[in-house]
């Protein structure tokens, strides 16, 4: 018998393979705060599409250790740039 949560737990470990994958791929990459700030932002923002993905219907929240307001910033654009192309290059994989 299917749990009753199975699709939630299908999306929670398709989401976190997913960051974990970039995570271990960027880990390398990562030398200073900001490296961390756009690390973490990239796997949340992963974690959130695959999550809105595959349940539409169901309403979610994200708790996340990262401030925004760095993303918020007036020299933030080019962060911004590279978390969008990241998290592209993510799901296009």
């Given amino acids: 018998m299917a749990s009753p949560y199975s699709?939630?737990?299908?999306?929670?470990?398709?989401?976190?393979?997913?960051?974990?994958?970039q995570r271990s791929l960027?880990?390398?990459?990562?030398?200073?705060?900001?490296?961390?700030?756009?690390?973490?932002s990239l796997i949340m923002a992963v974690?959130?599409?695959?999550?809105?993905?595959?349940?539409?219907s169901q309403p979610f929240s994200?708790?996340?250790e990262e401030n925004s307001g760095d993303l918020r910033?007036?020299?933030?654009?080019?962060?911004?740039?590279r978390i969008r192309h990241l998290v592209n290059d993510t799901l296009t994989t």
Avoid: H, M, W, Y
């Fill in 47 to 56: 974690v959130s599409f695959i999550l809105e993905r595959e349940l539409p």
């Fill in 26 to 40: 960027l880990q390398s990459d990562v030398q200073s705060k900001l490296d961390k700030t756009l690390l973490r």
């Fill in 62 to 64: 994200l708790v996340a």
């Fill in 73 to 81: 910033n007036d020299g933030a654009q080019e962060i911004l740039d």
């Fill in 7 to 21: 699709n939630e737990l299908a999306a929670a470990k398709k989401a976190a393979t997913l960051a974990a994958l």
